[in-house]
Protein backbone atom coordinates (compact mmCIF):
# COMPACT_ATOMS: atom_id res chain seq x y z
CA UNK A 1 0.00 0.00 0.00
CA UNK A 2 1.44 3.32 -0.88
CA UNK A 3 2.07 5.48 1.89
CA UNK A 4 0.31 9.08 2.02
CA UNK A 5 1.70 12.17 1.16
CA UNK A 6 1.51 14.60 4.17
CA UNK A 7 2.16 17.39 1.91
CA UNK A 8 -1.30 17.14 0.97
CA UNK A 9 -2.96 20.63 2.28
CA UNK A 10 -6.99 20.19 1.72
CA UNK A 11 -9.28 18.07 3.80
CA UNK A 12 -12.68 16.69 2.21
CA UNK A 13 -15.42 14.62 4.59
CA UNK A 14 -16.14 11.31 3.02
CA UNK A 15 -19.41 12.55 1.04
CA UNK A 16 -17.90 15.29 -0.12
CA UNK A 17 -15.54 13.06 -1.69
CA UNK A 18 -18.00 10.69 -2.95
CA UNK A 19 -20.63 13.53 -4.56
CA UNK A 20 -17.55 15.26 -6.37
CA UNK A 21 -16.47 11.80 -7.78
CA UNK A 22 -20.58 10.59 -8.54
CA UNK A 23 -20.33 14.28 -10.66
CA UNK A 24 -17.23 13.12 -12.70
CA UNK A 25 -19.00 10.29 -13.38
CA UNK A 26 -22.28 11.75 -14.75
CA UNK A 27 -20.36 14.34 -16.41
CA UNK A 28 -18.31 11.77 -18.34
CA UNK A 29 -21.31 9.37 -18.87
CA UNK A 30 -22.32 6.92 -16.48
CA UNK A 31 -25.71 6.56 -15.72
CA UNK A 32 -26.70 8.12 -12.16
CA UNK A 33 -26.71 4.46 -9.98
CA UNK A 34 -23.28 3.24 -12.02
CA UNK A 35 -21.75 6.81 -10.69
CA UNK A 36 -23.67 6.41 -6.95
CA UNK A 37 -22.06 2.70 -6.87
CA UNK A 38 -18.44 3.65 -8.44
CA UNK A 39 -17.88 7.16 -6.02
CA UNK A 40 -18.37 5.13 -3.34
CA UNK A 41 -15.65 2.52 -4.21
CA UNK A 42 -13.16 5.44 -5.36
CA UNK A 43 -14.03 7.68 -2.19
CA UNK A 44 -13.46 4.62 -0.01
CA UNK A 45 -10.30 3.58 -1.47
CA UNK A 46 -8.88 7.05 -0.32
CA UNK A 47 -10.21 7.23 2.80
CA UNK A 48 -8.44 3.82 3.74
CA UNK A 49 -5.30 5.01 2.35
CA UNK A 50 -5.50 3.02 -0.92
CA UNK A 51 -4.10 5.29 -3.11
CA UNK A 52 -3.08 3.47 -5.86
CA UNK A 53 -7.09 2.79 -6.43
CA UNK A 54 -8.10 6.18 -5.37
CA UNK A 55 -8.34 9.39 -7.06
CA UNK A 56 -5.22 8.62 -8.98
CA UNK A 57 -7.57 5.94 -11.06
CA UNK A 58 -10.01 9.06 -12.47
CA UNK A 59 -8.12 10.26 -15.20
CA UNK A 60 -8.34 6.25 -16.16
CA UNK A 61 -12.00 5.79 -15.67
CA UNK A 62 -12.92 9.21 -17.21
CA UNK A 63 -10.60 8.06 -20.34
CA UNK A 64 -12.28 4.34 -20.79
CA UNK A 65 -15.37 6.29 -20.75
CA UNK A 66 -15.15 8.70 -23.39
CA UNK A 67 -13.21 6.51 -25.54
CA UNK A 68 -16.14 4.47 -25.65
CA UNK A 69 -14.27 1.64 -24.42
CA UNK A 70 -16.75 0.73 -21.64
CA UNK A 71 -20.41 1.46 -21.21
CA UNK A 72 -21.05 3.93 -18.72
CA UNK A 73 -24.97 3.29 -19.23
CA UNK A 74 -24.75 -0.44 -19.18
CA UNK A 75 -27.60 -2.32 -16.97
CA UNK A 76 -25.92 -5.64 -15.78
CA UNK A 77 -27.92 -8.64 -16.28
CA UNK A 78 -27.94 -10.96 -13.41
CA UNK A 79 -29.71 -14.49 -13.50
CA UNK A 80 -29.47 -17.25 -10.59
CA UNK A 81 -28.65 -20.37 -12.56
CA UNK A 82 -28.81 -23.07 -9.56
CA UNK A 83 -29.68 -22.90 -5.98
CA UNK A 84 -26.09 -21.33 -5.35
CA UNK A 85 -24.88 -20.16 -9.05
CA UNK A 86 -25.28 -16.92 -10.16
CA UNK A 87 -24.28 -15.49 -13.76
CA UNK A 88 -23.80 -11.75 -14.23
CA UNK A 89 -23.51 -10.33 -17.87
CA UNK A 90 -22.32 -7.14 -17.03
CA UNK A 91 -22.69 -5.86 -20.88
CA UNK A 92 -19.22 -3.70 -20.91
CA UNK A 93 -20.00 -2.39 -18.10
CA UNK A 94 -18.15 -1.97 -14.49
CA UNK A 95 -17.75 -4.93 -12.50
CA UNK A 96 -19.07 -3.25 -9.26
CA UNK A 97 -22.50 -2.62 -10.76
CA UNK A 98 -22.54 -5.37 -11.87
CA UNK A 99 -21.34 -7.27 -8.50
CA UNK A 100 -24.25 -4.62 -6.73
CA UNK A 101 -26.63 -6.36 -9.20
CA UNK A 102 -25.82 -9.72 -8.00
CA UNK A 103 -25.77 -8.88 -4.27
CA UNK A 104 -29.41 -9.69 -3.40
CA UNK A 105 -29.34 -12.87 -5.77
CA UNK A 106 -26.21 -13.82 -3.61
CA UNK A 107 -27.19 -13.30 -0.50
CA UNK A 108 -30.90 -15.37 -0.82
CA UNK A 109 -28.87 -18.14 -2.03
CA UNK A 110 -26.75 -17.78 1.18
CA UNK A 111 -30.30 -17.98 3.49
CA UNK A 112 -31.27 -20.75 1.57
CA UNK A 113 -28.61 -22.89 0.70
CA UNK A 114 -25.35 -21.39 2.94
CA UNK A 115 -23.10 -20.89 -0.03
CA UNK A 116 -23.44 -18.81 -3.10
CA UNK A 117 -21.11 -18.40 -6.55
CA UNK A 118 -21.44 -15.52 -8.57
CA UNK A 119 -19.60 -15.49 -12.21
CA UNK A 120 -19.13 -11.97 -13.63
CA UNK A 121 -18.25 -11.61 -17.24
CA UNK A 122 -17.88 -8.41 -19.76
CA UNK A 123 -16.99 -6.51 -17.06
CA UNK A 124 -14.43 -3.70 -16.15
CA UNK A 125 -12.84 -3.27 -12.87
CA UNK A 126 -10.31 -0.81 -11.85
CA UNK A 127 -10.19 -0.35 -8.20
CA UNK A 128 -8.89 -2.54 -4.97
CA UNK A 129 -11.00 -5.67 -4.59
CA UNK A 130 -11.51 -5.48 -0.64
CA UNK A 131 -14.58 -3.36 -1.27
CA UNK A 132 -16.09 -5.83 -3.10
CA UNK A 133 -15.90 -8.46 -0.20
CA UNK A 134 -15.48 -6.44 3.34
CA UNK A 135 -19.48 -5.75 3.33
CA UNK A 136 -20.40 -9.58 3.30
CA UNK A 137 -17.94 -9.95 5.68
CA UNK A 138 -19.84 -6.91 8.17
CA UNK A 139 -22.98 -9.11 7.10
CA UNK A 140 -21.33 -12.28 8.97
CA UNK A 141 -20.20 -14.20 6.05
CA UNK A 142 -17.00 -15.13 4.51
CA UNK A 143 -16.10 -13.77 0.98
CA UNK A 144 -13.74 -14.53 -1.53
CA UNK A 145 -13.21 -13.00 -5.00
CA UNK A 146 -10.63 -12.84 -7.93
CA UNK A 147 -10.41 -10.84 -11.29
CA UNK A 148 -7.88 -10.77 -14.15
CA UNK A 149 -7.20 -7.85 -16.14
CA UNK A 150 -4.73 -6.38 -18.91
CA UNK A 151 -1.78 -8.65 -19.07
CA UNK A 152 1.23 -7.20 -17.78
CA UNK A 153 3.00 -10.08 -15.99
CA UNK A 154 5.18 -12.62 -17.14
CA UNK A 155 4.27 -16.21 -16.02
CA UNK A 156 7.82 -17.76 -14.06
CA UNK A 157 10.23 -18.57 -16.59
CA UNK A 158 8.22 -17.20 -19.13
CA UNK A 159 9.13 -13.86 -21.60
CA UNK A 160 5.90 -12.07 -22.54
CA UNK A 161 3.25 -10.75 -20.57
CA UNK A 162 0.43 -13.34 -20.16
CA UNK A 163 -1.68 -12.36 -16.79
CA UNK A 164 -2.74 -9.49 -14.85
CA UNK A 165 -1.56 -8.93 -11.99
CA UNK A 166 -4.37 -10.93 -10.80
CA UNK A 167 -5.38 -10.00 -7.40
CA UNK A 168 -7.42 -12.31 -5.09
CA UNK A 169 -9.13 -10.88 -1.93
CA UNK A 170 -10.79 -12.67 1.30
CA UNK A 171 -12.56 -11.04 4.27
CA UNK A 172 -14.15 -12.99 7.42
CA UNK A 173 -15.49 -11.78 10.75
CA UNK A 174 -13.94 -11.87 13.98
CA UNK A 175 -15.43 -11.28 16.98
CA UNK A 176 -14.78 -8.63 18.56
CA UNK A 177 -13.18 -6.50 16.46
CA UNK A 178 -13.15 -5.39 12.49
CA UNK A 179 -13.45 -8.38 9.94
CA UNK A 180 -10.06 -9.72 9.13
CA UNK A 181 -9.68 -8.31 5.10
CA UNK A 182 -6.55 -9.48 3.21
CA UNK A 183 -6.53 -8.06 -0.36
CA UNK A 184 -2.79 -8.74 -2.73
CA UNK A 185 -1.97 -9.06 -6.28
CA UNK A 186 -0.46 -12.23 -7.32
CA UNK A 187 2.82 -10.24 -8.74
CA UNK A 188 5.07 -8.14 -6.90
CA UNK A 189 3.77 -5.40 -6.64
CA UNK A 190 0.30 -3.88 -8.46
CA UNK A 191 0.90 -2.02 -11.40
CA UNK A 192 -1.12 1.24 -10.13
CA UNK A 193 1.92 0.99 -7.07
CA UNK A 194 4.20 0.93 -9.90
CA UNK A 195 3.25 3.80 -11.88
CA UNK A 196 2.89 5.86 -8.43
CA UNK A 197 6.51 4.80 -8.44
CA UNK A 198 6.85 6.13 -11.81
CA UNK A 199 5.28 9.59 -11.06
CA UNK A 200 7.44 9.82 -8.14
CA UNK A 201 10.91 8.88 -10.33
CA UNK A 202 11.64 6.44 -7.56
CA UNK A 203 13.26 2.88 -8.88
CA UNK A 204 11.14 -0.35 -7.76
CA UNK A 205 12.86 -3.29 -5.79
CA UNK A 206 15.04 -5.26 -7.64
CA UNK A 207 12.74 -8.36 -9.02
CA UNK A 208 9.79 -6.09 -9.25
CA UNK A 209 10.11 -6.60 -13.18
CA UNK A 210 11.35 -7.08 -16.41
CA UNK A 211 12.15 -4.36 -19.31
CA UNK A 212 10.97 -5.02 -22.47
CA UNK A 213 13.74 -7.01 -23.70
CA UNK A 214 13.48 -9.41 -20.29
CA UNK A 215 15.99 -8.01 -18.15
CA UNK A 216 15.40 -6.96 -14.87
CA UNK A 217 15.25 -3.89 -14.09
CA UNK A 218 14.38 -1.37 -11.11
CA UNK A 219 12.88 1.66 -13.74
CA UNK A 220 9.35 1.47 -13.15
CA UNK A 221 9.31 3.45 -15.87
CA UNK A 222 10.93 0.31 -17.92
CA UNK A 223 7.86 -2.38 -16.82
CA UNK A 224 5.47 -0.18 -17.71
CA UNK A 225 6.79 0.56 -21.22
CA UNK A 226 6.79 -2.43 -23.05
CA UNK A 227 7.88 -4.27 -19.77
CA UNK A 228 6.35 -6.67 -17.07
CA UNK A 229 6.09 -7.47 -13.55
CA UNK A 230 7.23 -10.69 -11.93
CA UNK A 231 4.39 -12.79 -10.03
CA UNK A 232 5.60 -12.84 -6.38
CA UNK A 233 7.22 -16.24 -5.03
CA UNK A 234 8.50 -17.35 -8.10
CA UNK A 235 6.37 -20.39 -9.60
CA UNK A 236 4.40 -20.76 -6.54
CA UNK A 237 2.85 -17.04 -7.51
CA UNK A 238 2.54 -17.79 -11.37
CA UNK A 239 0.51 -20.81 -10.00
CA UNK A 240 -1.86 -18.90 -7.76
CA UNK A 241 -1.85 -16.29 -10.91
CA UNK A 242 -2.69 -19.35 -13.32
CA UNK A 243 -5.61 -19.91 -10.57
CA UNK A 244 -7.03 -16.22 -10.85
CA UNK A 245 -6.46 -16.82 -14.30
CA UNK A 246 -9.32 -19.90 -14.64
CA UNK A 247 -11.46 -18.61 -11.83
CA UNK A 248 -11.93 -14.81 -13.41
CA UNK A 249 -11.95 -15.81 -16.96
CA UNK A 250 -12.23 -19.33 -18.00
CA UNK A 251 -15.14 -20.19 -15.25
CA UNK A 252 -16.92 -16.79 -15.69
CA UNK A 253 -16.63 -16.87 -19.77
CA UNK A 254 -15.08 -13.66 -19.52
CA UNK A 255 -11.54 -12.80 -21.48
CA UNK A 256 -8.11 -13.82 -20.99
CA UNK A 257 -5.93 -11.15 -19.48
CA UNK A 258 -3.99 -11.50 -22.90
CA UNK A 259 -6.88 -10.38 -24.62
CA UNK A 260 -7.64 -7.00 -24.21
CA UNK A 261 -6.83 -4.98 -26.77
CA UNK A 262 -7.46 -1.06 -26.40
CA UNK A 263 -6.47 -0.64 -30.16
CA UNK A 264 -8.94 2.23 -31.72
CA UNK A 265 -9.64 2.79 -27.80
CA UNK A 266 -7.05 6.09 -27.10
CA UNK A 267 -7.18 6.94 -23.40
CA UNK A 268 -8.82 3.58 -22.35
CA UNK A 269 -7.53 2.17 -19.58
CA UNK A 270 -9.77 -0.05 -17.47
CA UNK A 271 -9.23 -3.90 -18.73
CA UNK A 272 -12.41 -5.58 -19.62
CA UNK A 273 -11.87 -9.12 -17.82
CA UNK A 274 -14.18 -11.49 -15.48
CA UNK A 275 -14.57 -11.55 -12.14
CA UNK A 276 -15.43 -14.24 -9.85
CA UNK A 277 -16.37 -14.72 -5.90
CA UNK A 278 -17.57 -16.96 -3.36
CA UNK A 279 -19.58 -16.29 -0.49
CA UNK A 280 -20.01 -18.91 2.44
CA UNK A 281 -21.78 -18.38 5.82
CA UNK A 282 -19.23 -20.17 8.39
CA UNK A 283 -22.20 -21.53 10.81
CA UNK A 284 -24.69 -22.92 8.09
CA UNK A 285 -26.44 -25.86 9.69
CA UNK A 286 -25.55 -24.74 12.96
CA UNK A 287 -23.18 -22.24 14.79
CA UNK A 288 -19.31 -23.57 14.92
CA UNK A 289 -18.27 -20.30 16.70
CA UNK A 290 -16.81 -19.39 13.78
CA UNK A 291 -15.76 -15.58 14.53
CA UNK A 292 -14.72 -16.58 18.31
CA UNK A 293 -12.26 -18.98 17.12
CA UNK A 294 -11.34 -16.77 14.33
CA UNK A 295 -10.79 -13.94 17.06
CA UNK A 296 -8.37 -16.53 18.97
CA UNK A 297 -6.28 -17.66 15.51
CA UNK A 298 -5.75 -13.33 15.20
CA UNK A 299 -4.98 -13.14 18.93
CA UNK A 300 -2.11 -16.07 18.24
CA UNK A 301 -0.70 -14.50 15.60
CA UNK A 302 -0.39 -10.84 16.90
CA UNK A 303 1.16 -12.97 19.91
CA UNK A 304 3.77 -14.65 17.47
CA UNK A 305 4.93 -11.56 16.35
CA UNK A 306 2.98 -10.33 13.32
CA UNK A 307 3.04 -6.26 14.14
CA UNK A 308 -0.69 -6.18 12.52
CA UNK A 309 -3.29 -8.15 10.79
CA UNK A 310 -4.09 -7.52 6.96
CA UNK A 311 -6.38 -4.66 6.60
CA UNK A 312 -5.80 -3.13 10.18
CA UNK A 313 -4.26 -0.31 8.52
CA UNK A 314 -7.10 0.53 6.23
CA UNK A 315 -9.40 0.58 9.22
CA UNK A 316 -7.14 3.26 10.96
CA UNK A 317 -6.55 4.99 7.99
CA UNK A 318 -10.54 5.16 7.90
CA UNK A 319 -10.86 6.31 11.79
CA UNK A 320 -8.34 9.27 11.21
CA UNK A 321 -10.25 10.26 7.93
CA UNK A 322 -13.51 10.00 9.71
CA UNK A 323 -12.14 12.19 12.47
CA UNK A 324 -10.36 14.84 10.10
CA UNK A 325 -11.48 14.07 6.67
CA UNK A 326 -9.75 13.03 3.57
CA UNK A 327 -6.33 14.75 2.87
CA UNK A 328 -6.01 15.80 -0.73
CA UNK A 329 -3.46 18.14 -2.31
CA UNK A 330 -5.20 21.10 -3.64
CA UNK A 331 -3.97 20.70 -7.68
CA UNK A 332 -5.48 17.27 -7.52
CA UNK A 333 -8.83 18.31 -6.33
CA UNK A 334 -8.94 21.00 -9.23
CA UNK A 335 -8.58 18.34 -11.49
CA UNK A 336 -11.20 16.67 -10.47
CA UNK A 337 -13.41 19.94 -9.99
CA UNK A 338 -12.53 20.12 -13.81
CA UNK A 339 -13.51 16.50 -14.97
CA UNK A 340 -16.59 17.18 -13.19
CA UNK A 341 -17.11 20.14 -15.07
CA UNK A 342 -16.59 22.94 -12.69
CA UNK A 343 -15.66 25.99 -13.31
CA UNK A 344 -11.99 27.61 -12.53
Avoid at 44 to 72: K, N
Avoid at 92 to 103: I, T
Avoid at 107 to 120: K, M, P, Q, S
Avoid at 202 to 210: D, E, H, I, N, S
Wanted: charged fraction near 20%; proline fraction near 6%; hydrophobic fraction near 40%.
Amino acid sequence: MVERNETRDTRLRFHELKALLKTVFVNNGTASETAEILAENCAGCERDGALSHGIFRMPGYVGSLRSGWVDGLAVPDATRLGPSFIRVDARNGFAQRALAAADPLVRNALRETGIAVAAIRNSHHFSALWPDVEPFALSGYMALTAVNGLANVVPHGGRQAIYGTNPIAFAAPVEGAPPLVVDQATSVMANGEVRLQALAGKPVPLGTGVDRDGNATTDPHAILAGGALNTFGGYKGSSIALFVEILASAVTGGQFSFENDFTGYPGAQTPKAGQFLVVIDPNWGGSTGFETRLAHLCTRLIDAGQDRLPGARRFANRAAAEQSGIPIAQGELQRLRTLAGEAP
